[in-house]
């Protein structure tokens, strides 16, 4: 199954780049371009797109507006969108993960770690480096003390689910989730999508956000002990 790929960046040298990559490897396929988020959210809607490669600084519409309203839109619910930052460390990237985004990368990421990821979050996983994400989200949360309260529907968590968020917002994948806590990984994606389900979110990323945005995951945590 080939996975297809939009590009939106307002430099054109950029996406040239990024589509001699994607396209000279096999089950890969640049779908379309857009130079703005205006051009991006249009084509993620007619491309039929599965994976969206959005710069954040883009004129019209930024990435960071098209990256909610792709992830407001229910037709596009199996669209998943990588940011591209040139700084790892822009408080913009944090707002692209609450926005729905599914993972962040750098521009000058090399080729092998951009297919890597585009095939992690077209198989529904986010692309979350542990340091990184704690690094930028502490850093983010320096400027929204106090902490947000937890949604209500974090109540409905059951203690397993609760659990498996925590793991989640450390970064590991249902695999290792389902090797620390001696489950199936039928079983630890099943507990990740129920709570994305009761906490109205269609994407682990944004799990990480509640986690942290709530305190029941704080920047330097270890992991808990078993």
């Known amino acids: 199954m080939t996975i297809r790929v939009l590009l939106a960046d307002d430099q054109a040298l950029i ?26 959210l249009g084509l993620a809607r007619t491309a039929r797109a599965d994976v ?9 519409m930024d990435g960071l507006e098209a990256t ?29 993960l609450q926005a729905g985004a599914s993972g962040f990368l750098g521009k000058g990421v090399a080729p092998e770690d951009l297919l890597h990821a585009i095939r992690v979050v077209a198989g529904g996983e986010a692309l979350l480096s542990p340091r990184a994400t704690q690094a930028l989200v502490g850093r983010f949360l320096d400027h929204l003390r106090p902490v947000t309260p937890p949604p209500p529907a974090l109540d409905e968590l059951t203690e397993r689910e609760r659990e498996v ?20 990984p039928l079983t630890a994606k099943t507990h990740v999508n129920r709570a994305m389900t009761k906490l109205g979110v269609r994407d682990r990323a944004q799990l990480v956000v509640i986690a942290y945005q709530c305190g029941l995951v704080r920047p330097g945590d270890a992991l808990p002990q078993r």
Request: aromatic share 4%.
């Open 15 to 40: 996406r040239a780049g990024f589509r001699m990559i994607i396209d000279s490897e096999p089950g890969f396929e640049v779908v379309a371009e857009a130079t703005d988020g205006r051009e991006a």
């Open 52 to 60: 969206v490669l959005m710069d954040i600084r883009m004129p019209h």
């Open 68 to 96: 909610r309203r792709i992830g407001a839109d229910d037709d596009l619910a199996g669209v998943r969108v990588l940011v591209l930052t040139t700084f790892e460390n822009d408080d913009n990237v944090f707002l692209a």
């Open 165 to 184: 968020l925590v793991l989640v917002a450390h970064g590991l994948s249902n695999g290792d989730i389902a090797g620390r806590l001696h489950l199936s």
